[in-house]
């Protein structure tokens, strides 16, 4: 198999709270990849490790076989990101904000507009990003992970704040980005309707451990198996989390 992300027992410990637990994923090139998980489950840690915003504890993770921390600067040549809100300069223009990590990348002038056109942005390109909404920030947000067309995407719940023509718009544009130009996308939503309708790969994660990585299909005989409604995704996903935590709070109470 190709994969084009590997971890390896890849944890994150904050003082005595353990963020992310020994997990191991596989990412196949090529692919769209959900990772799932509640609130504070270890999904932007993760994400933020293999961006080397945070350092791990302990483990190891490969991109495009290249080691972390050794090859770190030509791992995030490879990668767009957006995690958590955007970040943005609010007194220049979108194209402004967008120039600035294409002179950084050193990318040609064409990218810009290029990524504009992606998330439908052109017409707004000249207005200020701070009278942008919060979803055309987003946007933005997304536009500045798309330039230059990066090989990797990691993108930290891109729909945020987006009504529902803009869900079904970004939804549509990543789930286009593997067969476009031959990226492979790392993604985490909690819109789980979403992640079920692009992803060809799904990690599930709480409280720090991976409870389940592979197809939809293999999700869906996993939890026949062990019983649970399988109508949709987010039954699945709900059935595995709410099992995990009650094994939790059994073993908490011996």
């Known amino acids: 198999m190709d994969y084009i992300i590997t971890t390896k027992m890849l944890t994150k410990k904050y003082k005595s709270f353990v963020a992310v637990d020994d997990i191991s994923i596989h990412i196949r090139?090529?692919?769209?990849?959900?990772?799932?998980?509640?609130?504070?489950?270890?999904?932007?840690?993760?994400?933020?490790?293999?961006?080397?915003?945070?350092?791990?504890?302990?483990?190891?993770?490969?991109?495009?076989?290249?080691?972390?921390?050794?090859?770190?600067?030509?791992?995030?040549?490879?990668?767009?990101?957006?995690?958590?809100?955007?970040?943005?300069?609010?007194n220049l223009t979108g194209r402004e904000n967008l120039d600035i990590i294409r002179r950084i990348l050193d990318l040609p002038k064409s990218a810009v507009d290029d990524a504009l056109d992606l998330v439908n942005l052109t017409e707004f390109s000249d207005r200020l990003a701070k009278k942008y909404?919060?979803?055309?920030?987003?946007?933005?947000?997304?536009?500045?992970?798309?330039?230059?067309?990066?090989?990797?995407?990691?993108?930290?719940?891109?729909?945020?704040?987006?009504?529902?023509?803009?869900?079904?718009?970004?939804?549509?544009?990543?789930?286009?980005?593997?067969?476009?130009?031959?990226?492979?996308?790392?993604?985490?939503?909690?819109?789980?309707?979403?992640?079920?309708?692009?992803t060809d790969d799904i990690g599930i994660l709480n409280h720090g451990r991976l409870l389940f990585e592979g197809s939809l299909d293999e999700l869906r005989k996993k939890t026949i198996s062990s019983g649970f409604k399988t109508g949709n995704l987010e039954e699945m996903f709900l059935s595995m989390v709410d099992e995990d935590n009650l094994t939790r709070k059994q073993r908490n109470m011996l």
């Open 29 to 90: 090139k090529g692919s769209i990849y959900g990772f799932l998980g509640p609130n504070g489950a270890g999904k932007s840690t993760t994400m933020k490790m293999l961006l080397g915003l945070v350092f791990p504890t302990k483990g190891s993770f490969t991109i495009d076989k290249k080691h972390f921390p050794k090859d770190r600067v030509a791992i995030l040549k490879e990668i767009g990101s957006l995690i958590e809100s955007p970040s943005y300069y609010a």
């Open 133 to 198: 909404s919060f979803g055309m920030k987003q946007r933005l947000g997304i536009a500045g992970a798309l330039i230059g067309r990066p090989p990797i995407l990691i993108l930290d719940e891109p729909t945020n704040g987006l009504d529902p023509a803009g869900i079904h718009e970004i939804r549509n544009l990543i789930k286009s980005l593997p067969k476009l130009y031959d990226c492979t996308v790392l993604i985490s939503s909690h819109m789980l309707s979403e992640i079920e309708l692009i």
